[in-house]
């Protein structure tokens, strides 16, 4: 309850009651959508991302003119000499592992592709969580490694495909025994289509829910863009940011072409926004008021 009354309620302990549980009711949601964020790792510039194309640098810099530090011991295991303190360090990739992670969801490098979670270095900086320090970039760049990585993947789709799940039997079995109440039950509507359809609304608000997690990230990916084009001065930012203007405008007339079904009342002034105090109406009770309102 301490971020409630910190992050929310601002340390004032006086809050009204509909204030507070209009507090409660939206603050769920605003702290998932806040976490959805930060694990996608790709918004606005995070440590993570900072970090590894700083890694990427790294092993341009140093790796470019000096692939022999870089030799490959066994398959999958690589032996890096580091250019400036001539340490030796050692890569191997994760065995029977291959990177099927999403791009979204995980934080690949965007000029190489690298993933922190394929491959293992002994430096130091790769001890860090979600980070590929500059000896697997320079393994990504300028190795075989991506070659195995890819055989690597169609191993395991290939093992997936080819291996039957362990409860298809038990599938098949419960299958016929719904076929087979269908047809006793001739005289109504087969109970596994009603059930299919009873659920079909479960997953359509769970679609609608996706595309609006996926439409709020994309929201502030071109915030976070257009803050960078009014910072940057340059000859093409401007035309850059009137053209990313121009194509926004024409996904709000969109927005606002299609008629909505459901008419929602106004939100009451006296609660603003999340976070903000209430706005409330001060109103002074006289003693005659108070006596005239008591019954005799």
């Known amino acids: 309850m301490a971020w409630l009354k910190t992050e929310y309620l601002h340390r004032n302990s006086n809050a009204r009651a509909d ?31 900072r970090e ?24 999958g295991r690589w032996r890096v000499e580091a250019v400036t303190t001539n340490k030796i360090y050692a890569v191997t990739m994760l065995p029977n592992l291959h990177c099927d992670c999403d791009a979204k969801d995980n934080l690949h490098c965007r000029a190489c592709g690298v993933c922190p979670y394929l491959l293992q270095c002994t430096c130091g900086n790769a001890a860090r969580s979600g980070v590929s320090c500059e000896h697997m970039h320079a393994i990504m760049m300028y190795t ?4 195995q990585a890819t055989e690597e993947s169609l191993r395991g789709s290939e093992a ?16 016929a025994s719904s076929e087979a109440s269908e047809q006793l ?6 109970l596994l289509r009603t059930a299919q359809t009873a659920a079909q609304p479960s997953n359509d608000k769970e679609k609608r829910l996706e595309l609006l997690r ?25 035309d850059k ?14 927005a606002l072409s299609y008629e909505e079904d459901d008419i929602r009342l106004a939100p009451r002034p006296e609660i603003n926004r999340v976070g ?21």
């Open 19 to 49: 204030y507070l549980v209009d507090v409660l009711i939206k603050a769920p949601g605003e702290i998932a959508a806040s976490f959805l964020i930060m694990d996608r790792r790709s918004l606005a510039r995070p440590f993570r991302v």
């Open 52 to 75: 590894c194309h700083a890694g990427h640098r790294t092993a341009l810099k140093d790796y470019e003119n000096h692939r022999d530090h870089i030799t490959e011991v066994a398959h």
């Open 144 to 147: 075989n490694m991506s070659e």
């Open 160 to 175: 997936l495909q080819e291996t039957p799940p362990a409860d298809s039997a038990a599938e098949e079995t419960s299958r």
């Open 185 to 190: 039950l001739s005289g109504g509507e087969p």
């Open 214 to 238: 996926t439409a709020k990230i994309s929201i502030t990916v071109i915030e976070d863009r257009v803050k960078r084009f009014v910072k940057m001065d340059s000859n093409d930012t401007l």
């Open 241 to 254: 940011l009137m053209g990313l203007v121009a194509q926004i405008q024409e996904v709000e007339k969109l």
């Open 276 to 296: 903000a105090k209430p706005h409330l109406t001060d109103h002074t009770f006289r003693n005659g008021e108070c006596n005239n309102s008591m019954p005799a």
